[in-house]
């Protein structure tokens, strides 16, 4: 049996009035990759915002490795373990490759990731050193901001449309990435328009629809069920 990691209880998230969120549960084991799909406007980015309370959820819970993050600041969610990598990439686009990794690295102290080893992942940033990142290509201001993110040490990677913009084969580099993240024991939730690349990565689907959960099962359930695909995806 694998452990629980995070549980998403009955989420409901505000925007002023709006009430965007309206029920939102499901939970991951260890290791696990969930893919949250839904159409655009459906809540999949409020919805990562709520789990690192960017966004603070009004009513439910999440519990992440068994502690309630009711009231805890995200920036201290990402250091219990939980880091997102936010649809905007998250850039300091006057510093260096080296600046923005360094920034964070010398803040952890417990370092399981070095930066020769954010290289070996991603080679090509190694080449970029010395670059602005407002000089580079979407793909490498994607692996920049998840090699930010891996320098906190996380557990979970909340991943909001890495491959959004990115050219085929940086999307199939970025993939690798993420595979051979998941092979050395992380977990990850990824939100993805890109439904293919998703459902490869992934072992569970959760499908958003107007701020609900609508379903949440197995990637062989997902693909077995065409009636959800069609009712909230529109596939
Ligand atoms: N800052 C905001 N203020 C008010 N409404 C917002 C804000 N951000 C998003 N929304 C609304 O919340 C809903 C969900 O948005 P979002 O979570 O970004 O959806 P998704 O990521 O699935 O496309 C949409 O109707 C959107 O217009
Ligand atoms: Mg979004």
Same mark, same amino acid.
């Given at each position: 049996?694998?452990?629980?990691?995070?549980?998403?209880?009955?989420?409901?998230?505000?925007?002023?009035?709006?009430?965007?969120?309206?029920? $939102?549960? @499901?939970?991951?084991? +260890?290791? +696990?990759?969930? /893919? $949250?799909?839904?159409?655009?406007? /459906?809540?999949?980015?409020?919805?990562?915002?709520?789990?690192? %309370?960017?966004?603070?959820? +009004?009513?439910?819970?999440?519990? #992440?490795?068994?502690?309630?993050?009711?009231? $805890?600041?995200?920036?201290?969610? /990402?250091?219990?373990?939980?880091?997102?990598?936010?649809? %905007?990439?998250?850039? *300091?686009?006057?510093?260096?490759?080296?600046?923005? &990794?360094? $920034?964070?690295?010398?803040?952890?102290?417990?370092?399981?990731?070095?930066?020769?080893?954010? @290289?070996?992942? *991603?080679?090509?940033?190694?080449?970029?050193?010395? %670059?602005?990142?407002?000089? #580079?290509s979407g793909g490498?201001q994607q692996?920049? !901001?998840?090699?930010?993110?891996?320098?906190?040490?996380?557990? &979970?990677?909340?991943? +909001?449309e890495p491959t959004q913009g990115l050219a085929? %084969?940086i999307v199939?580099?970025? #993939?690798? !990435?993420?595979?051979?993240? &998941?092979?050395?024991?992380?977990?990850?939730?990824?939100?993805?328009?890109?439904?293919?690349? !998703?459902?490869? &990565? !992934?072992?569970?689907?959760?499908?958003?629809?107007?701020?609900?959960?609508?379903?949440?099962?197995?990637?062989?359930? #997902?693909?077995?069920?065409?009636?959800?695909?069609?009712?909230?995806?529109?596939?």
């Open positions: 049996m694998s452990n629980v990691l995070l549980n998403v209880e009955n989420l409901n998230t505000y925007y002023g009035k709006s009430h965007i969120l309206q029920g $939102i549960s @499901f939970s991951l084991s +260890d290791n +696990d990759c969930m /893919a $949250i799909l839904g159409r655009n406007g /459906a809540g999949k980015t409020t919805t990562l915002r709520s789990l690192v %309370n960017l966004s603070k959820p +009004d009513s439910g819970n999440v519990i #992440f490795m068994d502690e309630n993050l009711k009231n $805890i600041k995200p920036y201290y969610i /990402a250091e219990k373990g939980m880091t997102l990598v936010p649809e %905007n990439r998250g850039m *300091f686009p006057s510093l260096t490759v080296e600046e923005s &990794l360094s $920034i964070i690295s010398q803040y952890n102290s417990n370092n399981l990731w070095t930066l020769p080893k954010i @290289f070996e992942l *991603f080679p090509s940033l190694k080449h970029r050193l010395k %670059n602005k990142s407002n000089e #580079f490498e692996m920049l !901001a998840i090699s930010r993110a891996l320098l906190t040490n996380p557990k &979970l990677l909340l991943l +909001d085929p %084969n199939n580099e970025l #993939f690798k !990435a993420l595979s051979s993240l &998941l092979k050395s024991g992380l977990s990850i939730i990824i939100v993805e328009q890109n439904i293919k690349m !998703a459902l490869n &990565l !992934a072992n569970k689907v959760s499908v958003i629809g107007k701020g609900k959960t609508k379903w949440t099962g197995s990637k062989s359930k #997902f693909q077995n069920n065409t009636g959800v695909q069609k009712e909230w995806l529109g596939i």
